[in-house]
């Protein structure tokens, strides 16, 4: 009998010792051996703002999660179907084939910019506000390529996707640059001989007139003898004085079509003089365009009046003297 209390005794004590044992092995797989798995399984959200939904959906999908059913958000600043938000953001640790759900640019209405590079500056204007944006004159310079106030580059670029209304920087051109030309002495020497060796060399020139007592009518009197390339000269000729025969000036008239709307306007300007009547201006501008005649080297003669037709009606007339 003793023997058999011992034998149980035996058991049960090694029964205690297995239960002891369970239940530190059950402990550490609870405290310590499940969450170092669990910790073990999670992955980071990558960073998909900003991407391409398609691009975000493969990124996704690489990292092992899911990306839900997008939210698109219409008339959004950015890119059309590109990526604004995302839930769980960036670097968030999650559980395998979770799902992320992905906020979608539906887009802005875009209009390519059309490509104005080689035209005139009017043309150009007209040419990006009929297309609704919105041009202006950024900078000018020198170009030996170009003529004057001829578009040398804009800026976003031909093709570039942009809303309306957009501003469009252009850069103009001064044409070649001047260079500057030493005359000979032309004095006491016929006014008649030396205009056309003036203009061949690109010199537009002013005629005064006033009377001398040695030298003879028609004869230089006095010049300047340094000047520009596509500059003015003016000669003081010997004869009398407000004589204008043949004799002209550059008409400095500046005209701007009205703003109002956004339509182009077809801008008459008629001019008389002492040579009579004629036009000077007759195309379409859009509106806020500054037609400048003084540039367009319009060369009028005695006294001159100068009418302004916009859309076929008289807008208004300037007496010039």
């Known amino acids: 009998m003793k023997e058999f209390t011992n034998t149980l005794w035996g058991m049960v004590k090694i029964s205690i010792y297995c239960l002891i044992v369970m239940g530190i092995v059950g402990l550490l797989i609870v405290f310590i051996i499940i969450p170092q798995w669990i910790k073990s399984t999670e992955i980071l959200v990558p960073n998909v703002e900003g991407k391409s939904y398609h691009h975000a959906v493969l990124a996704l999908n690489k ?17 059309k179907a590109s990526v604004i938000k995302q839930d769980p953001p960036a670097n968030f640790s999650i559980k395998p084939h979770h799902t992320v759900k992905l906020t979608v640019s539906g887009g802005a209405d875009l209009t390519p910019v059309p490509s104005v590079v080689g035209k005139s500056r009017d043309a150009a204007y ?3 506000k009929s297309a609704g944006f919105r041009p202006i004159s950024a900078a000018s310079v020198h170009s030996t390529n170009y003529l004057p106030e001829t578009v040398i580059a804009q800026s976003p670029a031909e093709g570039s996707l942009y809303k309306r209304g957009t501003t469009v920087n252009l850069l103009e051109s001064l044409g070649r640059k001047p260079q500057n030309i030493s005359l000979p002495d032309l004095q006491n020497q016929l006014v008649s001989e030396v205009l056309p060796a003036l203009k061949a060399i690109g010199l537009n020139v002013e005629i005064e007139n006033s009377p001398h007592p040695r030298i003879q009518t028609g004869r230089i009197i006095r010049h300047e003898k340094l000047v520009q390339s596509g500059g003015i000269i003016t000669l003081l000729v010997s004869g009398k004085r407000d004589k204008t025969e043949n004799i002209g000036r550059w008409l400095t008239h500046k005209h701007t079509v009205s703003e109002e709307g956004d339509r182009s306007r077809e801008i008459r300007i008629v001019i008389s003089d002492r040579y009579g009547e004629r036009e000077v201006v007759k195309a379409s501008y859009a509106p806020g365009i500054v037609i400048d005649l003084e540039k367009r080297r319009v060369r009028v003669f005695g006294p001159t009046l100068v009418v302004v037709f916009e859309d076929g009606k008289k807008l208004y007339e300037r007496h010039y003297q």
Request: glycine content about 10%.
């Open 63 to 79: 990292a092992g999660l899911e990306p839900g059913k997008p939210i698109q958000i219409e008339n959004s600043s950015k890119p």
């Open 126 to 128: 007209e040419t990006l």
